[in-house]
């Protein structure tokens, strides 16, 4: 086919997608591939004796969750010793921000790429600070995780269904034209779905809606998982054409980062995951942080997140820096990729398509590495978040995966 052929494939294939959330389940029932005594975890494979301390707190927590241990101890003993396995979101149609716990007894969103008809899977977002996905697990986070997985997945999917579904791609859209960038900023993201299903959770919800609102509304970020199920299922098509440099999948677990390249199959290529430059809570520091952590890499995969900091100048109020640095992080991004996002449009740029396509390629050629906004996580288990800011994709990653195109078709 060729790189050029190959490339434009790639990219058509992302712009055409659509992602529409149709309905909520256990995971158990949808997530292919998922079995019982497994866990689902944010990045490229990490077994237990290499997790980082927020990715073995989550998995304490998803542990306690399922009932599989009654405390803490027990549960790490239970990780240790081989009995559970652990496998990576990307490696089944799903994906989830920070440490990204996935068991069998969660809910989870049921996204659709109509176009494609392709499928992804992420749970409900918990809200920000002490939650599971920071690596919370004290007896607060699990009665919550209950709450969520039953009462309020119950009203989320009779609301969803009620509504006819929602187009997550349509409220992106929205959002980015509202101030959001749609990894550390989803406030207009999660009003515009708030707005979405209020009158459906009234209908169906009887007397769980007040509590159920209350949820939804209760945290600016609740729609990032959303955002990251559409971001997946628009890219998973354009994962495995032969000759494409574009990346479809950059994650990371905590203790590395890894991407993947369409043309280059379902191979990771790793490498240590960075410190996050940012700005702590009070009390905290880089001392006290966990290397980047998380699947929400997704975002700036599909040209969203760090990529699209043009169009959310208050996003640094979170991460650090100023309007102008955003503006200026956006149009760095533009020498790295291979198009412009035809539906994500950034008024500040005279509505300019956000930078899509990361080129391996072009990376290595230009040494810039792919910037990333993202939440900070404590470095212990069970501390929960403890601040945000600004890192990148290690050059390393994408030296490797040239590496590899390079030797497949034969060039030394």
């Known amino acids: 086919m060729g790189i050029a052929s190959a490339n434009r494939d790639c ?68 990780a240790a010793s081989g009995d559970v396995a652990f496998e990576p979101n990307h490696h089944h149609q799903a994906i989830g921000p920070m440490a990204g716990m996935l068991t069998r007894s969660m809910a989870v969103y049921v996204t659709r790429n109509e176009t494609y008809g392709n499928e992804t899977f992420t749970t409900l977002n918990m809200g920000l ?34 509504a006819g579904g929602v187009d997550v791609k349509n409220l992106m859209v929205q959002a980015l034209q509202m101030g959001d960038e749609l990894h550390n900023r989803n406030k207009a993201a999660t009003s515009l779905l708030l707005r979405t299903l209020a009158p459906h959770i009234a209908a169906v919800g009887e007397t769980k809606s007040e509590k159920v609102l209350g949820y939804l509304g209760a945290s600016d970020a609740f729609f990032l998982n959303n955002a990251m199920a559409a971001a997946k299922a628009m890219l998973d098509p354009a994962h495995g054409i032969p000759d494409s440099t574009i990346v479809t999948t950059m994650a990371r677990n905590g203790t590395e980062f890894g991407i993947r390249v369409s043309g280059l199959g379902d191979r990771w290529f790793t490498a240590p995951a960075p410190i996050v430059d940012g700005i702590y809570f009070p009390g905290y520091s880089a001392e006290d942080a966990n290397p980047d952590i998380g699947d929400s890499a997704i975002m700036e995969t599909v040209g969203a997140g760090a990529f699209a900091m043009a169009a959310a100048p208050a996003i640094v109020q979170l991460v650090g820096g100023t309007p102008q640095i955003a503006v200026q992080t956006t149009r760095q991004m533009y020498e790295i990729t291979a198009d412009e996002h035809q539906a994500l449009a950034i008024p500040a740029l005279n509505f300019r398509g956000s930078p899509l396509g990361i080129d391996i390629r072009r990376v290595v050629e ?43 078709r034969g060039i030394r």
Not at 372 to 381: F, R, V
């Open 129 to 162: 600070g002490k939650v599971l996905r920071f690596g919370a697990y004290d007896q607060a986070v699990i009665d919550k995780l209950r709450w969520m997985n039953s009462d309020a997945a119950d009203v989320l999917d009779a609301a969803i269904r009620h």
């Open 11 to 78: 990219i058509a294939r992302i712009q055409k997608g659509v992602a529409s959330l149709t309905h909520v389940a256990l995971a158990g029932d949808v997530v292919p591939g998922l079995q019982d005594r497994m866990i689902l975890h944010a990045g490229p494979p990490v077994t237990w004796a290499t997790m980082c301390g927020t990715m073995r707190g989550a998995v304490i927590g998803a542990i306690l969750y399922e009932g599989w241990a009654k405390t803490p101890e027990e549960a790490i003993r239970l």
């Open 366 to 408: 230009t040494g810039i590495e792919p910037i990333i906004d993202t939440g900070i996580s404590h470095k212990e288990p069970g501390v929960g978040q403890i601040g945000a800011g600004l890192t990148v994709a290690p050059m390393a990653c994408f030296v490797k995966a040239l590496e590899a195109f390079a030797a497949l």
